[in-house]
């Protein structure tokens, strides 16, 4: 059975930084696409970081770029979110998620090979104060 427990969520202030924790189990971590989704108040959960499986190629959604850092340790089957320079507007629930590759990484428009898995946890809440 396929878990993802999120963690490291809380409140900071805008500017500050977070790491967001992933602990996975019943699969492996190069088996499946891997990302980080996020969902704010009154908007669709929207997928901001990913790593795909057959390439190791990673995306990022253009208003997490150069903020935020995805990145996996196999070997403890965890997921990370590196944030920093957070703004008010990063404010939403954060997700994990996990799921079978179905399009290779350059396919269809950016990000398209994680759009929508398998598999979320239950997210953890990020709150950035102005």
């Known amino acids: 059975e396929v878990q993802l427990v999120e963690s490291g969520g809380g409140l900071v202030q805008a500017g500050g930084s977070l790491r967001l924790s992933c602990a996975t189990s019943g699969f492996i971590l190069g088996d499946f696409v891997i990302a980080w989704f996020r969902q704010a108040p009154g908007k669709e959960r929207e997928a901001i970081a990913c790593?795909?499986?057959?390439?190791?190629?990673?995306y990022y959604r253009d208003s997490v770029k150069g903020r935020f850092t995805i990145s996996s340790d196999n070997a403890k089957k965890t997921l990370y979110l590196q944030m920093s320079s957070l703004k008010p507007e990063d404010t939403a629930v954060y997700y994990c998620?996990?799921?079978?590759?179905?399009?290779?990484?350059?396919?269809?428009?950016?990000?398209?090979?994680?759009?929508?898995?398998?598999?979320y946890g239950q997210g953890t809440q990020v709150t950035v104060s102005s």
């Open positions: 998620a996990a799921g079978v590759q179905d399009y290779p990484s350059d396919s269809g428009p950016p990000g398209y090979f994680c759009q929508e898995l398998d598999y």
């Open positions: 790593i795909s499986s057959a390439e190791r190629s990673t």
